[in-house]
């Protein structure tokens, strides 16, 4: 009841939050569904209960909050149909379509109280993100870029962006290291969040340190457990899957599970669902490059033996050949050097006889001059001062003189000299 206080009409607080509950129970006796995002779930284990937050969002502000109640029995049966639809728990950070009662507490204040969630609600709004990230990307053209990109032949160099802890991590590196081929190679791991609300920015910051440090790599692997469709609603981000797909690596997920695949998956270079299928895939990389070695190991000695062998072959027929040729061309040569002996002999002789006629001649005409010779036709020689007279100029008158004849000698004295008459 009111009462006067300085001729005013005053309430207690407790009368005027019993008005507001029967005002509030007046107005709002039926149930209704309402949307709104489950900022937090606060799940109080020793009751069972839960508090949640609830929130509405325009442009990133919050523009509307209130708390609400989710009785034990309640919660355990909406649990179970967000696990057995989005194989999932109900859980922080999602989007809620509820069937609602308004509660009024005097000493609480209001509340909503939770009756029932449509699991197929927040399974659309995924898929709602989803579809509106994958049209920003490819709007930007940059949907496929990172698909585009060549995987290395051998990609040995890993960047791993996990948790340490994470069982799909464990999974990897023992698949990798343990190879039965023996294939060796070197991972260094990012420590990332991989599942609430920090993975976006925590997974973008290790991108980011990957950059800074690229060319110590060849390709980027992020790895993680199995996770439902909410768990893995950071993956549909667009901030994300931007980054991804823009990276300059080629990127490699294997995020563990094998319902609808997230953008995140969509857009990077390749997606082997879990763990150790990346990591097969890259030990049947080198695989196949050793395969494909080997086969061409054996492809090359088969065709340097059939190579060996047809120029072996080809050898033998040309020395046939050449021998054939060679006997063929001694034998000609032989012949011709025979028919050229022949010729030089008979042209030796003839000329040989030739000469010797001609010495013959020139000995009988040397002969034939020499002065005894001469002398013995009748002919002398006279010498004036141990001088041959060749003219009469050379004498005077008593000079003495010395002619030779055939048979010896006469020495006389000049008597007359005689000019011959022209």
């Not at 080198?286 to 080809?314: D, H």
């Not at 002999?345 to 020139?362: G, I, Y």
């Amino acid at each position: 009841m009111s009462e006067i206080i300085n001729n005013r009409k005053v309430f207690s607080l407790h009368e005027v939050m019993k008005s507001i509950r029967d005002t509030i129970t007046g107005r709002y006796k039926s149930s209704f569904w309402v949307k709104a995002e489950m900022n937090k779930l606060n799940f109080y284990t020793h009751s069972g209960h839960c508090y949640p937050d609830l929130v509405e969002k325009q442009d990133e502000k919050t523009v509307a909050q209130v708390r609400a109640v989710l009785w034990k029995d309640d919660y355990l049966r909406i649990n179970s149909l967000f696990l057995n639809t989005l194989n999932e728990p109900l859980k922080d950070g999602v989007k809620i379509l509820f069937l609602a009662g308004i509660l009024f507490d005097p000493a609480h204040g209001l509340a909503l109280h939770i009756k029932d969630i449509d699991p197929a609600y927040t399974l659309g709004d995924l898929e709602r993100e989803k579809q509106e990230t994958v049209r920003r990307l490819k709007d930007e053209g940059i949907y496929d870029r990172n698909k585009s990109l060549r995987i290395p032949l051998l990609p040995q160099r890993i960047a791993v962006i996990s948790v340490e802890t994470s069982k799909g991590y464990r999974d990897f590196l023992e698949k990798i290291e343990n190879n039965p081929d023996g294939y060796r190679f070197f991972h260094f791991l990012f420590p990332s969040l991989l599942q609430g609300e920090k993975v976006v920015q925590s997974i973008s910051a290790q991108l980011q340190r990957i950059r800074k440090v690229m060319h110590h790599f060849d390709v980027v692997a992020i790895v993680r457990g199995g996770g439902g469709d909410i768990g893995l609603s950071s993956y549909n981000n667009y901030l994300l899957a931007k980054e991804i797909a823009i990276f300059p690596l080629p990127v490699l997920t294997g995020i563990g599970h094998i319902t609808n695949e997230t953008v995140v998956e969509k857009v990077a270079c390749r997606n082997l669902i879990t763990p150790t299928g990346l990591a097969d895939f890259l030990i049947l990389q080198f695989r196949n490059f050793s395969v494909a070695l080997g086969n061409a190991e054996q492809k090359t000695v088969t065709l340097t033996n059939r190579i060996i062998s047809r120029e072996r072959f080809k050898f033998q027929t040309e020395t046939k050949l050449f021998r054939a040729a060679s006997e063929s061309a001694l034998f000609y040569i032989r012949s011709q050097l025979t028919l050229l002996h022949e010729k030089l002999s008979d042209k030796s002789r003839l000329l040989l006889k030739e000469q010797t006629v001609l010495l013959e001649n020139t000995q009988k005409y040397i002969h034939s001059i020499d002065p005894k010779e001469v002398m013995r036709r009748g002919y002398s020689m006279t010498f004036h001062n141990g001088k041959a007279v060749k003219t009469i100029s050379q004498l005077n008158a008593g000079d003495a003189l010395h002619t030779l004849v055939s048979d010896g000698e006469i020495i006389s004295t000049v008597q007359i000299i005689r000019k011959e008459k022209t």
